[in-house]
């Protein structure tokens, strides 16, 4: 069977797309192996330069360990989970991953203030308040107020 040039191109064509896919594909492999950078939620980016420093610093220190204790936590909820998927459901073992899973929950919500304290002990009297904003959350006071105001300034109901 003689090659026409046609097909030459097709097949180099062919060839070149290829290359090109195998070089995106493993461009992104790549980019999703690498850890995020660390931005700042969107309420702390008020916070003074020596505040972000100290939170990203603490954000830093905390990662590994963080990242290792909400693993064990999705293991915990997919055990509970395979136990409530059981064609025959175990009361013990409900009960038990149920309150394994608290238990590390409560350690988790500990680590949590212990790390906001430690961070709060660090920042000046005004990246504290920002920090307070930022750890009631959007349903309770301030960040709600500022964000979705009533008439009455108390917020949406």
């Avoid at 062919?14 to 195998?22: E, T, Y």
């Avoid at 505040?51 to 290792?68: E, H, I, V």
Wanted: hydrophobic fraction near 40%.
């Amino acid at each position: 069977m003689a090659v026409t040039k046609n097909m030459k191109i097709v097949f180099t064509v062919s060839v070149l797309l290829n290359i090109l896919m195998a070089g995106v594909l493993a461009g992104f492999a790549v980019k999703c192996n690498q850890p995020e950078p660390w931005r700042a939620p969107p309420a702390m980016e008020k916070l003074s330069p020596e505040g972000r420093a100290l939170m990203k610093q603490s954000f830093d220190q905390s990662r590994d360990t963080m990242r290792q204790t909400f693993q064990d936590a999705r293991q915990l909820r997919e055990r509970l989970n395979s136990i409530l998927e059981a064609e025959t459901f175990d009361p013990e073992a409900y009960a038990a991953a149920s309150a394994a899973l608290r238990e590390h929950q409560v350690k988790i919500m500990e680590r949590r203030a212990q790390t906001a304290g430690d961070l709060a002990a660090k920042l000046n009297p005004e990246d504290r308040r920002l920090m307070a904003d930022w750890l009631s959350g959007p349903g309770k006071g301030g960040w709600r107020k500022r964000h979705f105001p009533l008439p009455t300034g108390e917020g949406p109901g």
